[in-house]
């Protein structure tokens, strides 16, 4: 009795440790084994598709709902394409396609009329970086009558070119597109960390000289202001009301992590056109970037225990919507970066190697136990109670990224790539600098000539009116001619007498438009963001808009050299350019970090 007693506790003890660990620990990475991470990457992909619903009837392809803003999506779209890359898994193509050509608007340079009015250049330039990544990948082609990957890319640098902007702080992208957004007088990194990033890797891909020109001259900027330092640490950024002077010190990976992406561009295409000081002055940046990376972003002793963690927000738990996918983007471009500078691939294996570890370990969140959090550093393997796009895309990147070295490499017009580009791209959007040119197409002869015959027609009809009005018919012609010059005279008087109000009807009218643009209404959405009262953005929210003070600033003019952004320019390949001048050198939207960038 005593050993059949013994026995059955002890099946009843290693059934429920089973259970329980099946409940705790979903996960069992073995980043040593292919089909090991497969299989966690394709369990993760399923649950970060969960949280998109823009490929189900009435809803929106590429948009996530809300709290996630429009650029997320994009973001998301690339987590899609990775998936397939790594993977070879289809599963996620058709949604990736169709999100990524949904929202690229009427221009086909992701400006879309429902995001434009509160779009900033980082939002335009993650769905940028996201096609770049489809041409490079050789992710399947859109439709014949659709653009090619390519040439959305190159839309995307097109209209972000155009938006250079040298009379404050010498150069350099705003935050925002348009005026009345916060954040239109701060110039931050990622801006130009997303320019840089497509720029250098288009200048790879095409071998046209003059995306790298452009690449050049972000960097130069950048470290000219100082949001990189000697030690190649990336701050956020800065006002224009100082000249860019006042920088605001948060340090985020997803920057460090796309400026490091595009110096290992800029390196393969300095070795392309045989440009030996070129490899050296990219090499040295890619290797600051990195040690820079590993020292800020990684929590551990050294390289072969440090695991990746979210510095300026996730120790304090202060990281908001945004902040939560950061480290997904550092995974992706450390990983890609070994591709273009292959010295780097042992100390980035490793790191992202302990990081995935580490992240699948604490996914054990959700009903199925399996959802992920944001901590994986310094957590014991713990669940931290917080699920979402964020938190489940960055844990399937890091995870994915184990298998770089199995991975094809990205291609280029010369190595086999096949996407279809246009130079001239975007080069028509007039919404680039105007968004009400989006919305009412320019004014064209046939406009001219169909309101003409509109006011010709309500004229007389207007006239007739009249004329039956006034007509008696118990009169004569000669008396109702008579009674109709009385009429029209007493009319001529009275407009005479209002001329002088109606001036100043127009005049207050004028201030009436201004302030109706300028007016903020509070949104019904529970982030207590504001919009101008004509703009609805498709219900969904993007930034608080609220028009930025108006102030005397200080101007700087535009260097030498500034670079013409026409097509024929963009005709140019393989030219090597002298570019010795080069220097080597928190889930709350009202984050102390969005305040500073908006100037509260």
Known sequence: MLVRYLWRNAVFTAVSALMTGSLVAAYDLNVDSTDSIKNVAKQMAADLKSFYNGDEPGQTPGLLPQPYYWWEGGALMGAFIDYWYYTGDTAYNDIAQQGLLFQVGPYNDYMPPNQTLTEGNDDQGFWGMAVMTAAEYKFQDPPADKPGWLALAQAVFNTQAARWDTDYCGGGLRWQIFKWNNGYTYKNSIAQACFFNIASRLALYTGNSTYADWAVRTWDWMVAVKFIDDNYRIYDGAHIDDNCTTITPYEFSYNVGAFLLGTAAMTAYANTTNDTAGVEMWRERVDGLLNTTEEIFFFGNDTSNRVMIEIACEPVNLCDTDQLSFKAYLSRWMAA??????????RVKTLLSNSAVAAARQCTGGDNHRMCGLKWANNSGQWDGTTGVGQQMASMEVVLSTMIQEAEPPVTNGTGGTSVGNPAAGGSDSGRVDPLGRIYSPITTGDKAGAAICTIIVLFS?????????????????????????????AAGGLGVLAGAKRTTRDEKGKGIAVAVDKERSSSTDTGEILPSVVYANSKLRKSVQPPEQKSLKRVSAPSGVLPLMAEALTKTNTNPDRRFSTNSINQRASVLRKQRQGA
């Open 462 to 490: 207007a006239l007739a009116g009249l004329v039956f009005m006034v007509t008696d018919e118990t009169k004569s012609p000669s008396d109702n001619l008579a009674s109709m010059r009385s009429t029209l005279s007493g």
């Open 337 to 346: 970066t070994t591709k273009w500078a292959p010295w780097t691939f042992n």
